[in-house]
């Protein structure tokens, strides 16, 4: 034990002698996540929250026009800025320039011809039951389409959705006028309350459920994704700390006197996950805790953290092994410092695009997800996703925590052979 | 005097070499002895010492321990060994005091006795002053004695030096080789290379020269000199080794 401890202690010494080391694993993750969180918290919004700000110029001379409207803003998907003053090359450059990413204009007849329409519709159905003369219809030119404007940046699924939105108002708008209509060609004055709220609210409710296995559920939001995803990346950011310090070491001829020594080089290695464990794990809780605590103050969301916290603690406590035996990996193998440095960056920032840390694996390609499933980072984030998301269940937690003990087995292997060619063990 | 080491017939030939770095060296390293060898650069100096300490593998011969009663193994040795290698092998990071104290505890030294040791070698030393600073900003002479201070904190019987004053002031220097007599005094056999044959000549009792991985002298300087009929050892090396680069 007098062995380990020392050994311990030696490494806590390099460590806190380590200042850039130190500023890389806890401070740049720090401002990472912070940075990323808050550009990345309005993305977020605009699809899980549907908070959509809009342009409506509505340029209709009758009241169906701010009809629409009304309906639209009943249904809280968009943020409507009425701007009626503008013209169709107005539009075009305050998009351009602005914020607002939609705009939709209404036409001058848009009222006008809708119940023109509507009326014929209605005469033409009761003249079946010789219930209206079709010299009653009227004359109505084809109504000038409403034109939906949209910035080029708007991803085409998301101009669907608003689509599909504007179409299904316009429906029910259309619906109840062709009920007025048919109820005043009948001879009534108007349609009775409760008819018209039935053709109004008669669309069938859809429910979402989402697959948790938790009670709790959870909405994907900024921080949800961004504090483990860039926890993980501070932890396999420890490769420019441990590698580097691992090759310094053997060069120094630290490693050599030790073989002289009776003492086992399995102490080096323990002490060194031992320290860097308790990094990570001090890495992780600062970062969850600006997640938690200071977040909502920057008007960001507060992480919730999993029901599981047993499961919190396996999954993390892997994926800092993970990234130790990593750092080990790259440096028990690179002959300089320098080496260890570019290959072992840059091999993170790779893990990490591929591994779904920057953006969400699901909005990659299929071929990109197959080659990011390499990484172990990847398997990091699927275990935190599992906890944060999904409820934390053990069963659904099983291939990531595989995947995570056979790349742990993988390096440790591959760092044992190294060392024993070179003699040390 | 008995033996302590007996080295036989080791040679070795590193993967990829097509030459024997050391080839049929045999020698018997006797308690008490100051034993210096020397030879020319790539000579086989280093891989000697460094098989015989266990650090590389030979690929043939054999090295066997004797702690006065039996033959036993380098690992059985180690708590006895004292290795002081020509690279600085610390933590320039750390202060003397930290670098002591982890590699003593690393020979199971308890923490009491750890601090009396330290306290005590960093004086003869001259390193007092610096107990508390950093290694890394050190000169080269205070280096070099921090890492002779590493390599004895055990105690050792048996001491390995591998150019332990390279590049060191002549105070420094100085210091290193007084404490070398006054730890063989106290019975530690002394096993060290060196490329100052002046030093060579007025430390050590015994001298074995290498050349292309090759023994070729073994015994006291004086029956060296008087066999090859030559003033000095530096005139000696030069007869045997040649005149001509070997780098």
Known sequence: ?425 | MGTVIEVQKISKQYSGATEYSLNGVSLSIKRGDKLGIFGPNGAGKTTLISIICGIIKQSEGEVIFNDGESSIELRSMLYKIGYVPQDFSFYPELTPYQNLMYFGALYDITKTELKQKIKSLLSVLGLSHVTHKKVGKFSGGMKRRVNLAIGIINDPAILFLDEPTVGVDVQSKNAIMTYLEELNRTGTTIIYTSHHMNEGQEFCNRIVLLDQGKLIADDSLQHLLKEYNESSLEALFLSLTGIEYRD
């Open chain 1, 1 to 425: 034990m007098r062995k380990l401890r020392a050994s311990i202690k030696k490494e806590f010494l390099l460590l806190i002698n380590d200042k850039v080391g130190l500023l890389l694993m806890y401070l740049m993750p720090v401002l990472l996540v912070f940075i990323i969180t808050l550009v990345q918290d309005s993305t977020f919004k605009l699809v899980n929250e549907n908070s959509l700000e809009i342009i409506i110029v509505n340029k209709d001379t009758g009241d169906l026009g701010d009809t629409l409207i009304s309906h639209l803003e009943s249904t809280g998907t968009f943020t409507i800025k009425k701007r009626n003053e503008l013209s169709e090359a107005e539009i075009q450059k305050t998009l351009l320039n602005g914020s607002e990413l939609i705009a939709i204009k209404i036409p001058v007849d848009f009222s006008q011809n809708l119940n023109s329409k509507a009326t014929n519709i209605s005469i033409n159905m009761l003249s079946e039951f010789e219930m209206a003369d079709t010299n009653n219809l009227v004359n109505y030119s084809e109504t000038l389409p409403l034109i939906m404007f949209y910035d080029p940046v708007l991803q085409e699924s998301f101009r669907f959705s608003v689509l599909s939105t504007l179409y299904s108002h316009l429906s029910i708008l259309e619906n109840s006028l062709m009920i007025e209509k048919l109820y005043a060609q009948m001879g009534y004055d108007e349609i009775p309350k409760g008819m018209k709220n039935q053709f109004m609210n008669n669309q069938i409710k859809i429910d979402q459920v989402s697959a948790n296995s938790s009670s709790r559920e959870v909405i994907p939001n900024s921080t949800q994704h961004n504090v483990p995803a860039w926890s993980i990346f501070a932890m396999f950011f420890m490769v420019i700390s441990l590698g580097g310090n691992i090759v310094k070491e053997r060069l120094s001829g630290s490693f050599v006197r030790l073989q002289t020594i009776p003492a086992s080089f399995s102490l080096v290695l323990i002490s060194k996950t031992f320290v860097y464990v308790f990094v990570a794990i001090t890495q992780l809780a600062i970062i969850f805790a600006l997640g938690k605590l200071v977040f909502p103050f920057l008007g960001l969301p507060s992480l919730v953290l999993p029901s599981n916290i047993l499961a919190l603690f396996v999954v993390s406590f892997l994926s800092a092994l993970s990234a130790i035996s990593f750092a080990m990996l790259v440096g028990t193998y690179a002959n300089t410092q320098e080496q260890a440095n570019g290959f072992g960056a840059i091999t993170v920032i790779i893990f990490a695009a591929i591994g779904g840390i920057w953006v969400p694996s699901f909005v990659m390609p299929s071929y990109l997800q197959a080659i990011g499933s390499i990484s172990p980072m990847h398997w990091c984030l699927e275990g935190y996703y599992t906890l944060f998301l999904k409820g934390g269940d053990w069963y659904l937690l099983t291939p990531t925590l595989l995947f995570l003990i056979l790349f742990i087995l993988a390096c440790q292997i591959l760092i044992y052979i190294k060392l024993k060619i070179q003699n040390y063990i």
